[in-house]
Every structure is written in structure tokens, then in C-alpha cells.
């Protein structure tokens, strides 16, 4: 049985390091088994699997886990169920400010297999994304987020910080998914992985607010 | 029938009665049908419905079947085959070889993710790559191609083009005489020709 300590969007997170430290020894190593007809060490397999995020469902098929998120990763291999929304806390700002985007999808959502479902769930909850890519890409949705998404929405989080954009609003609903978004296009890490890691120095200094201790509060 | 199947898949395959496993499905959901729309079929007739699995070691296995695996009135046989983890690539190409050749499947009904995974890309560019992607590449190819051909000198006079056209053009007018008009149209002013693609 494996026990990862941190939910399937690590599939996302371009940082070996980070996969032997949640994942574990035996997971890594099963996954390197796995995969060893395209790749031939973990810095490979995380690139492939970044590259190409739909193969992530059909590596882990099969696999039996425990540990505290053995519901997700059971979802997630027995039906390529991904939840869509998003994960990472971030600092409280006050902030009415609107952004007029509609996307209420994490990043990790890539993950999920494209079926006729998830692709409604897209369309409907992530409309804005629409704007700027045709569908949903397959592979490599790293570099084509990176040149699909607005120049000033970028800059908006690089001078505010992510925190900021977090708790802007899209109607009644805050910005948290889109604050992962940008994240990671920026580090091509996920939030939430990275402050299970102690490792969100950075937008803590670029946030505004600096009394931010409590990044991630374990739901 | 089955005996064609197993001639067909060749050496290692074991086949039993009974459903597939679980395991990922070869082609995309959306085109499998349902259990209940083939019990329609094999009320009757001595039809079999066959699944073909490649069973990766270490709990994946690939199935291949144009019907979801489930309750319904037909027989179900299974072939499978067991394939070491490194054979990975081989396992899928196989199914896929039997699903194109001999089905004909169309490519586009396999799930792109699972070629992906077998690293089958760079032999299926049109599932894996973006559309856009493809275009681009056909494109620079057939720029090569005429790029070699005007780099040739051109190889016979263009006559027998010219003859095949009007041999068609015949055979048009032989079967709809207002086709006539058109052509003494296009003849008198080919201009008007450009007017109707723009």
C-alpha cells in the first residue's frame, strides 16, 4: 500500500525533490517502473507526465492507497476523478476588488481524463480560459497557458501578489483557483504543495500584507 | 470467428469465456456501445462479443472492445495476454495494429491519453498533437515537396492532364446536358470562375 502525503496535483508540480519527499520511495520507484519505456529517471517522469497530464490517471490504475488522502488518490485512480476546486489558503486581504474573469477551476483539473463531463465542467466553470485557448490542451499545458494568459494578468500578480488576486471577485465567489493559476505559470509549482513544503517565501514577501504566517491550514 | 481473431493476434494469446477485467478501455467511452444496444443484435444470431486484453504486470490492463463491458445477452469471449512492464509500448501498439487493421477503427476513437502513455506519439502525430500542430507540419511538408519538384525539371508535358480533364468533363455533359451551359460560361469568361471560390 502507498501512502503519499499530499493529493494527485503533484502530477503538476515540477519538482522531483518535492515528489520524494510526499510520495515517497516505492511510489517514485513504481512510477519510474511504470514509465520506463519513455522515461528512464523521476527528473523524466515529471516532465513527461507535465507535459502530457492525461497519462497521470492511466499510470497510477491499479494502485491501492492509504494515508490521509487515500480518498483522492482513490478517486483519481480508479476514475481519473480530479475535484476541480481549488486547494491552496492564502493570507487574508480585504478586497472587493472585481476582475471580471470567470475561472473557479485549479490548475489540477488538468489531470482529470477529458471526457464529454469534464469537459462541460470546463466550459461552464473556467469560461474565461476560453478567451484565450481554443480546448483544453493535452500536452503541454504549461507552455501554452504561459503564452495564452493576458500580459497585465500576469503583471497584476507579480506587483500584487497572488494573495491579492486570491481574494478579488469573480460575482460572490473569491479568486482562489485563478491565484493558482498564476502561481503556477509563474513556478510551474503548485501552491499548496509548495506550502505543505514550508516553501511560499516568495509570495509571502510579495504580498502586501506581511503578517503572513498561516499560509496552508490543513483542511 | 474467434478462430480468425486469435489467428490474427498470433502467438500468446489465451482466450477464455467471460468479461475483461478492469482496466483502461482502448478506444475513447463515447464510442462504445452499450451492453443493451448489442443484446439487440445477438438475440438472434451466433454473434460473440470479443475484448482483447493486454494485462501490463503490476495491475494495468488495456482493453480493447467496441461494447462497455456489462450485463447483456451475448456471449463474451476474452483474449489476454500478459506483458512485462517495459513492454508497454509494444502491448498498446499491438492492440492498436488490431484495432485499425482489422476492425478499421479510425484512429481519432482511440483515447489519445493511453498513447501518450505507451510514448506512441511520434507514430500517431494526428491523435497526440494539437491540430494546429499537424496542420503546420503538413504544411512545411508539402512546401518541401514542391519545393523538390520545382528544384526537378518537369518530367513529361502536362497534356495527359489536360486530356483526363476533358474526358471527365465529357462524361459530365453525357450525363446532365446543363452542364453545357456551365462549361460555355466558364469558357466564355474564366474570370467569373475566381468570383465563386472567393
Not at chain 1, 508540480?13 to 519527499?21: A, N, Q
Not at chain 2, 498470433?10 to 482466450?15: A, I, L, N, S, T
Not at chain 2, 483502461?24 to 454473434?47: F, H
Amino acid at each position: 500500500m502507498l501512502k503519499p502525503k499530499t493529493d494527485p496535483c503533484i502530477f503538476l508540480h515540477d519538482d522531483p525533490e518535492g515528489w520524494r519527499l510526499l510520495l515517497g520511495e516505492d511510489f517514485v520507484n513504481e512510477l519510474i517502473r511504470r514509465l520506463k519505456h519513455v522515461a528512464g529517471d523521476l527528473d523524466q517522469v515529471v516532465r513527461y507526465i507535465l507535459d502530457n497530464p492525461g497519462v497521470a490517471g492511466i499510470v497510477v490504475r491499479g494502485l491501492v492507497f492509504g494515508g490521509p488522502f487515500r480518498e483522492e488518490w482513490r478517486l483519481f485512480a480508479e476514475g481519473g476523478y480530479v475535484d476541480p476546486g481549488a486547494r491552496a489558503r492564502w493570507p487574508y486581504m480585504p478586497n472587493e476588488e472585481q476582475l471580471g474573469l470567470r475561472i473557479q477551476i485549479s490548475p489540477c483539473f488538468l489531470l482529470a481524463s477529458l471526457s464529454r463531463e469534464v469537459n462541460y465542467v470546463w466550459r461552464n466553470r473556467a469560461s474565461s480560459l476560453f478567451k484565450w485557448v481554443s480546448a483544453v490542451p493535452r500536452s503541454k499545458p504549461l507552455e501554452v497557458f504561459r503564452e495564452a494568459f493576458p500580459a497585465w494578468l500576469r503583471e497584476v500578480a507579480q506587483s500584487r501578489g497572488y494573495a491579492w488576486v486570491a481574494w478579488t471577485r469573480w460575482r460572490d465567489r473569491r479568486n482562489r483557483a485563478l491565484a493558482e493559476w498564476l502561481y503556477w505559470l509563474d513556478t510551474g509549482r503548485m501552491p499548496h504543495i509548495d506550502a505543505a513544503l514550508g516553501r511560499m517565501y516568495e509570495t509571502a514577501l510579495r504580498t502586501k500584507k506581511s503578517a503572513a504566517e498561516v499560509l496552508y491550514v490543513p483542511s | 470467428m474467434l478462430k480468425e481473431v486469435e489467428a490474427r493476434l498470433g502467438e500468446g494469446w489465451r482466450m477464455q469465456w467471460g468479461p475483461p477485467p478492469r482496466g483502461v478501455y482502448l478506444l475513447k467511452e463515447v464510442y462504445m456501445a452499450e451492453p443493451e444496444e448489442a443484446s439487440a443484435y445477438c438475440r438472434e444470431g451466433d454473434l460473440v462479443v470479443v475484448y482483447i486484453v493486454a494485462a501490463l504486470e503490476g495491475g494495468l490492463n488495456v482493453v480493447y472492445g467496441r461494447v462497455k463491458p456489462g450485463l447483456s445477452k451475448c456471449p463474451v469471449a476474452t483474449f489476454m495476454r500478459r506483458f512485462a512492464k517495459s513492454e508497454a509500448r509494444q502491448a498498446v501498439k499491438t492492440l492498436i495494429d488490431f484495432a485499425t487493421g482489422v476492425d478499421k477503427v479510425p484512429l481519432f476513437q482511440i483515447n489519445p491519453e493511453l498513447i501518450r502513455f505507451a510514448g506512441l506519439c511520434d507514430e500517431y502525430p494526428v491523435v497526440c498533437e494539437d491540430p494546429v500542430v499537424v496542420v503546420s507540419k503538413l504544411v512545411a511538408a508539402s512546401a518541401r515537396q514542391l519545393r523538390q519538384r520545382e528544384a526537378e525539371p518537369p518530367p513529361r508535358p502536362q497534356t495527359w492532364l489536360l486530356e483526363e480533364l476533358v474526358k471527365i468533363l465529357r462524361e459530365k455533359i453525357e450525363l446532365d446536358a446543363g452542364f453545357v451551359e456551365i462549361v460555355k460560361k466558364i469558357v466564355e469568361d474564366p474570370e467569373r470562375l475566381r468570383g465563386c471560390y472567393v
